[in-house]
């Protein structure tokens, strides 16, 4: 089998609304619990297991175990690959508004 490209791996993980929103919300905490995350996610505490199971797959959190409690913090370096991929098409779109800029100044000057 194939391995997934790093990219492959936190597109999918971000693609699901619920995970996306548990990534934010560990994002924002220096860290939290399982437990605090289910009070807010809507989903159950086994939902929301599986969620952080993909989500540290893929390198975006990172768990710190203290007794019976797992602490989950955000990993920012597990965006590098989608902040990679997102700037190669800034550059791509930026060269392409500069040719329809300089194609409307030729045609409109």
Do not use: C
Not at 21 to 32: C, G, K, L, M
Not at 73 to 94: E, I, K
């Amino acid at each position: 089998m194939i391995a997934a490209a790093p990219i492959d791996s936190v597109m999918r993980a971000l693609a699901d609304p619920t995970r996306r929103a548990v990534f934010e919300r560990i994002a924002r905490s220096d860290e939290i619990t399982v437990a605090e995350l289910t009070r807010h996610a809507g989903v159950s505490q086994g939902a929301v297991s599986q969620h952080l199971k993909s989500l540290k797959t893929a390198g975006l959190v990172a768990e710190r175990p203290e007794g019976r409690n797992v602490y989950y913090r955000a990993q920012p370096d597990g965006l590098t690959p989608l902040v990679d991929w997102m700037s190669h098409y800034g550059v791509f779109w930026r060269d392409r508004f500069a040719d329809l800029r300089n194609l409307l100044q030729e045609i409109d000057p």
